[in-house]
């Protein structure tokens, strides 16, 4: 067995350790003091140094200061929902839960850490770790980029891991994609002012939910119409809300959803056409508009020869079996902000598979993952860093 691999095994208990206290203790949003602070003494156990960084929690371990500098990073926040799972160390907050997996994460990057920090003298470079906060829509990777990540040390590639679940794949197989790898996400709202009016009288006023139905039809012809037909592209309307009564024009309402696509040229295209047809509409009919993006994610794509070469360093470890490229998903991720900065690549590690029973997914109050395959994740961490920095010196 591979020497990082067999330590990560040996670092189990406390792996899962880590994990649990916190799942048990889920914070939302780009704000986690008692996250933060959890990981901080931790670390400094370690004999690290960790300091804050926009919300989140960084530190360096110093190899060699004439090498590269490769990021590990790890997202820290949970959802806003209950948890159902059952297990005995369910979230404490009825309004909180780790049911995307990011206590794993954070628990992984732990683990490497400690791993890396054992055999410092043999880090042919420098290693920086990335705890993120506000990754499901606080933009919690854009306040750490613009808190300075990426600099001092400066980055010169970068690596994340999430974990996965009721999926094909066994528990401790590794997944990547090549190029692609998950959609952009950018969520908007728009709200559309009219005049209210009385039901009888609509000639008095100016209808937003009309204007609003109209926009609703016309914005699925950019997909329909206007994109590179082989090219994904999907825009979803998830509210329409307007109106507190049946004989009452209202005054205003507002449309939200999200654009998602993998081409960055796609997404420019439909984001430039949302807003041409949005605001055409509404001038047509007479209303007033305003859009807003609440968030705004480019899409995660591979750099393929970085992520060919940290998926050779995978196999060597773990084998080629266990070892799979899959499609790309529609889903999100904020790595993405990282990715378009340095060289990135974005893996996958298997914590249950639907033949071994974990059959919910992901943001799923019922979900579960198998803990016996987060020594993997640690060790892909902390065996790819070292990899990468000894054939970049």
């Known amino acids: ?220 012809t950019i997909n329909s119409r206007e994109r590179p037909q082989q090219e994904p592209l999907i825009l979803t309307i998830g509210q329409l809300v307007a109106g507190d009564a049946c004989n009452i024009i209202p005054n205003s309402g507002f449309i939200s959803g999200t654009i998602r696509a993998f081409n960055q040229d796609v997404r420019m295209l439909a984001k430039r056409r949302f807003i041409e047809i949005v605001e055409g509409i509404t001038a047509t009919f007479g209303g007033k508009v305003d859009i807003e993006w609440t968030t705004e994610m480019a899409p995660t794509i591979n750099n393929i020869p970085q992520t060919d070469e940290l998926v050779g360093y995978v196999k060597e470890m773990l084998g080629e079996d266990k070892v799979h490229c899959i499609p790309a998903g529609m889903g999100s991720e904020d790595f993405s902000e990282v990715m378009l900065a340095v060289p990135g690549s974005y893996l996958r590690v298997s914590l249950g598979s639907n033949d071994e029973g974990y059959t919910y997914g992901g943001h799923n109050p019922k979900v579960c993952f198998n803990e016996e395959g987060l020594p993997v994740g640690s060790a892909v961490y902390a065996y790819t860093a070292m990899s990468w920095l000894a054939n970049h010196q």
């Open 1 to 220: 067995m591979n020497d990082i691999l067999k330590r990560a095994e040996e670092l189990k208990p406390e792996i899962i350790a880590w994990r649990r206290h916190i799942h048990e203790n889920p914070e939302v949003s780009a704000v986690l003091p008692e996250t933060s602070a959890y990981v901080m003494t931790e670390l400094k156990k370690m004999g690290y140094e960790p300091t804050e960084c926009g919300g989140g929690v960084t530190a360096v371990l110093e190899g060699d200061p004439n090498g590269k500098v490769f990021l590990l990073r790890a997202d820290m926040d949970a959802l806003p929902m209950a948890e159902e799972s059952g297990l005995p160390f369910s979230s404490k907050n009825p309004k909180a839960a780790h049911t995307c997996g990011h206590d794993t994460h954070t628990a992984m990057l732990l683990g490497a850490a400690k791993i890396l920090m054992e055999n410092k003298d043999k880090v042919k470079g420098r290693v920086k770790f990335m705890f993120q906060p506000g990754e499901e829509g606080y933009n919690g990777c854009k306040q750490m980029i613009a808190a300075g990540i990426l600099e001092n040390p400066k980055v010169d590639a970068a690596m994340g891991i999430h974990s996965a679940t009721a999926q094909e794949h066994p528990t401790g197989h590794v997944m990547y994609c090549n190029g692609p790898s998950m959609a952009s996400a950018d969520a908007f709202k728009i709200t559309v002012t009219g005049k209210g009016a009385h039901g009888a009288r609509p000639e008095n006023g100016i209808d937003p939910i009309n204007i609003l139905c109209h926009i609703h039809s016309a914005l699925q």
